[in-house]
């Protein structure tokens, strides 16, 4: 097939699938080098590594695993920040 076709035949519910694949994967990658961070920061007996480590995986880990209720999120605190509704 055409390359041309191909991308015009797409559609934004045409990576739905792909998203389906990647999210679960990058999501794994990051908890596995999240934990060595951890890991890493628990051996150094660093509390404010280990800490920092775990709050910026949790929004990181959300946005991965939980894409709608992110971006959900999100719009409330931009509604409230910036206002209207």
């Keep these: 097939m055409n390359l041309a076709v191909t ?7 045409s990576f739905d699938p792909l998203q389906n694949i990647i999210l679960p994967l990058l999501g794994t990658v990051l908890l596995i080098v ?11 007996d660093r ?4 800490l920092g480590a775990l709050l ?3 929004p990181a880990a959300m946005a991965v695993f939980f894409p709608a209720a992110t ?4 719009k ?9 509704g």
């Design 34 to 44: 999240m934990g060595f961070r951890l890991v890493s920061a628990y051996i150094e």
């Design 56 to 58: 910026g995986a949790l």
């Design 7 to 13: 991308l015009a035949q797409l559609r934004p519910d």
């Design 47 to 50: 509390p404010g590594k280990i």
């Design 71 to 74: 971006m959900g999120i999100l």
């Design 76 to 84: 409330g605190l931009a509604q409230v920040l910036v206002g209207g």
